[in-house]
């Protein structure tokens, strides 16, 4: 986001730019696949309700190739088959973080992205709290959705 993407109670980055900047440096270290990364940025940011992520992540998808058909299934994707089982098994991991509250992370859940993602399992959690972080920052300084556009 280089340019200024207007925001009904503060920009963020001009308020608290050394923040602003760390969190984009944690999302510059974080090593995980493209598309897995934006499947898991677009799930939490429709579980969080962020639009304007929702706005982001989709364009950003489209972008790297993406079909529409498996994003707007997202929300639906334990019931299409058009995922696989490591997208699966992060899918699930992303929502049990993201919904910590209501039952933790199931030992179940874990071990079935531990099993499908190997090595990458430590990014796949950066990645997941970062977009939950980016969720709720954007929620509340209330980005608005529709200026975003992908590089």
Same mark, same amino acid.
């Given at each position: 986001?280089?340019?200024?993407?207007? %925001?009904?109670?503060?920009?963020?980055?001009? #308020?608290?730019?050394?923040?602003?900047? +760390?969190?984009?440096?944690?999302?510059?270290?974080?090593?995980?696949?493209?598309?897995?990364?934006?499947? @898991?940025?677009?799930?939490?940011?429709?579980?969080? !309700? /962020?639009?304007? /992520?929702?706005?982001?992540?989709?364009?950003?998808?489209?972008?790297?190739?993406?079909? =529409?058909?498996?994003?707007?299934?997202?929300?639906?994707? #334990?019931?299409?088959?058009?995922?696989?089982?490591? =997208?699966?098994? *992060?899918?699930?991991?992303?929502? +049990? @973080?993201?919904? @910590? !509250?209501? !039952?933790?992370? $199931?030992?179940? @859940?874990?071990?079935?992205?531990?099993?499908?993602?190997?090595?990458?399992?430590?990014? &796949?959690?950066?990645?997941?709290?970062?977009?939950?972080?980016?969720?709720? &920052?954007?929620? *509340?300084?209330? +980005?608005? $959705?529709?200026?975003?556009? %992908?590089?």
């Amino acid at each position: 986001m280089t340019e200024t993407i207007p %925001a009904g109670r503060m920009q963020l980055a001009a #308020r608290a730019p050394k923040p602003f900047l +760390a969190m984009y440096q944690l999302e510059a270290s974080i090593e995980l696949d493209s598309t897995l990364r934006e499947l @898991v940025k677009l799930r939490a940011s429709q579980i969080n !309700g /962020c639009a304007f /992520c929702i706005d982001m992540h989709w364009k950003d998808a489209r972008a790297a190739g993406e079909s =529409e058909e498996r994003l707007y299934l997202l929300d639906a994707w #334990r019931e299409s088959p058009i995922y696989s089982d490591r =997208e699966r098994a *992060a899918l699930a991991l992303c929502e +049990a @973080v993201t919904l @910590v !509250g209501q !039952g933790h992370v $199931p030992d179940q @859940v874990w071990e079935e992205a531990a099993a499908q993602l190997g090595d990458e399992l430590g990014q &796949l959690v950066f990645a997941i709290a970062a977009i939950n972080t980016w969720n709720r &920052l954007m929620i *509340a300084s209330r +980005a608005e $959705p529709g200026h975003y556009r %992908a590089a």
